[in-house]
């Protein structure tokens, strides 16, 4: 079993900036692309983005290509999500999840999912 557990949510005011990060543990033996996904009120999860195991391809959505940056340091099993010109649709419940088992890219389903961290934008 693989545990995630995100960190960094908060409330911030558009235009800002914030930093999430999550943290892997557990049998994190093995190359596994880490990714980051959120849900808003009323709306169905979406991708955000995804970094593979050695960090040289990273994907984003539309919505956010740009502004956020994914990164990741495998000596502390660690995934970061920088955001920046942050704006209120970007508010949501951020989760970030790791995938060990698919050779595509990017990859079509993940494995392991965190609780999830809240990020509200204000106006």
């Known amino acids: 079993q693989v545990q995630l557990v995100e960190s960094g949510g908060g409330l911030v005011q558009a235009g800002g900036s914030l930093r999430l990060s999550c943290a892997a543990s557990g049998r994190t033996n093995g190359r596994f692309a880490m990714g980051w996904f959120r849900q808003a009120p009323g709306k169905e999860r979406e991708f955000v983005a995804v970094i593979s195991w050695g960090g040289y391809s990273t994907y984003y959505a539309d919505s956010v290509k740009g502004r956020f940056t994914i990164s990741r340091d495998n000596a502390k099993n660690t995934v970061n999500l920088q955001m920046s010109s942050l704006k209120p649709e970007d508010t949501a419940v951020y989760y970030c999840?790791?995938?060990?088992?698919?050779?595509?890219?990017?990859?079509?389903?993940?494995?392991?999912w965190g609780q999830g961290t809240q990020v509200t934008v204000s106006s």
């Open positions: 999840a790791a995938d060990f088992t698919t050779s595509r890219w990017p990859p079509p389903q993940y494995d392991y």
